[in-house]
């Protein structure tokens, strides 16, 4: 069965440095998404994303965080000066059609430590 | 907003006991509701769904019955077995987010099953 497959599985960072998360969608999706859980709260929507463009982002998603498709496969999200509270469990998430129940399939997650 | 509320966890249980994990949302219109499992180093998975008031879901001998009159997606099962320890999530997506089919999800409930 086709996969989310996400890339780092862990990543440790400092305070300050720029992250790249990686995801690679199952390939006849067409709508994207990131969450995030941080340890022991709930798992959090950060965005969604379709025909190369945002289609809703959270309060959580602010300057800080992008998202591109850069290549028709990866889809990445970007931190580009994480802080200690960015470090969480993120979710990379993919669907067909966001149409009536719909489900989302989720990749493994990357955990991410800031230090 | 939209909101689900989960039986706060953990939760252990000898196996071939009877499971209830309770679940209950807040939401305008009508939702399409999920369980979701996250087995250890795993992604999150779809368990089961509903998109109607009165609908049935049902996998792997796990139920939950969309209850409108009391928002309700109790995930139940009658006979667990150690292989179902894993965290349990319930969410739902919302038709009147406008095709956007961003899921709002519960805490999580840990579920260990003790042979």
């Known amino acids: 069965e086709p996969e989310v497959t996400q890339t780092p599985s862990h990543q440790v960072t400092q305070m300050g440095q720029e992250v790249i998360l990686r995801c690679v969608p199952i390939?006849?999706?067409?709508?994207f998404y990131w969450y995030r859980q941080i340890l022991g709260q709930k798992v959090e929507f950060l965005v969604s994303?379709?025909?190369?463009?945002?289609?809703?982002k959270s309060e959580i998603f602010d300057d800080q965080f992008s998202v591109e498709r850069p290549d028709g496969s990866n889809f990445t999200l970007k931190i580009r000066s994480t802080k200690l509270e960015d470090s969480a469990m993120y979710f990379c998430?993919?669907?067909?059609?966001?149409?009536?129940?719909?489900?989302?399939?989720f990749g493994n997650g990357t955990r991410l430590t800031v230090t | 907003g939209d909101s689900v509320t989960q039986m706060e966890g953990p939760v252990t249980l000898s196996e071939e006991a009877f499971l209830t994990i309770n679940c209950t949302y807040t939401a305008t219109g009508y939702p399409s509701l999920f369980w979701y499992v996250q087995y250890p180093g795993e992604g999150l998975q779809l368990l089961l769904k509903?998109?109607?008031?009165?609908d049935k879901g049902s996998n792997k001998g796990f139920e939950a019955t969309y209850r409108k009159e009391t928002t309700s997606f109790h995930l139940e099962k009658g006979s667990v077995q150690v292989s179902d320890s894993a965290v349990y999530f319930c969410a739902l997506t919302n038709p009147s987010n406008f095709g956007n089919e961003k899921l709002t999800f519960g805490t999580g409930t840990r579920l260990t099953i003790i042979p």
């Open positions: 998430a993919s669907t067909v059609s966001p149409v009536g129940g719909s489900p989302l399939h």
């Open positions: 509903a998109t109607k008031a009165d």
């Open positions: 390939s006849n999706h067409l709508y």
């Open positions: 994303f379709y025909n190369n463009e945002i289609s809703e």
